[in-house]
């Protein structure tokens, strides 16, 4: 049994103002006076004071140029938030003060961004399927190419095809017609694809 219930705060300095604040808060419920009651009772247990000078303020200010006021309100707001609305005060405060909810930002955020990975190579594999099925259907055409008119063929396609993928349709060109004991790569490797075609079409 817990006979203190000190015992129960965090040791943490911020993290326990934060407690005793939502705790004084909460028992004051309906007689609170003023427009920042979270942050003045913060204030009180974390500076000793309700309303502390700007130069304390300024460990929990997001922008240095802020006002007391403006200062007192943002840290009003986020502890309203149970430390949701980081953006409101300095971060490295923010993470002191709700160091769970930093956890569940990066958490959040890790997730965020391999989902987004997942779905850029879902894309990239589907264009990539896509890409070989129409490499395969000028692969197929190619093979109706007659010998003098693959230097045309290879002209009127470099449009649509990258130098490896005429090279790749050439190649299948050769393996389908030619008849020789040479190897494609062993006779062109190094070619450009138009140097190639035209080659084939003395051959």
């Known amino acids: 049994m817990i006979k203190n219930q000190l015992a129960l705060l965090p040791t943490e300095p911020a993290q326990k103002a934060v407690a005793l604040a939502f705790a004084e808060v909460i028992k004051k419920e309906g007689k609170l006076r003023g427009e920042t009651p979270f942050a003045n009772a913060f204030c009180r247990f ?116 990258t130098e490896l993928e005429l090279n790749q349709c050439l190649r299948h060109w050769f393996n389908e017609h030619d008849k020789s004991d040479y190897k494609f790569y062993d006779l062109y490797y190094g070619y450009t694809a138009s140097r190639i075609a035209l080659d084939l079409s003395f051959a």
């Open 46 to 161: 974390y500076f000793g004071k309700s309303r502390p000078a700007k130069s304390y303020l300024l460990v929990v200010a997001d922008s240095s140029s802020d006002t007391v006021p403006e200062i007192m309100r943002k840290l009003d707001r986020f502890l309203e938030s149970n430390g949701e609305k980081r953006y409101l005060v300095n971060w490295y405060f923010a993470n002191c003060a709700f160091p769970s909810k930093s956890t569940s930002t990066e958490t959040r955020f890790t997730n965020h961004t391999e989902m987004m990975v997942t779905r850029s190579n879902k894309i990239a594999d589907k264009e990539a399927r896509l890409r070989q099925a129409y490499l395969e259907s000028k692969k197929y055409r190619i093979l109706n190419v007659s010998q003098k008119d693959l230097p045309a063929w290879v002209a009127d396609e470099e449009e649509n095809l």
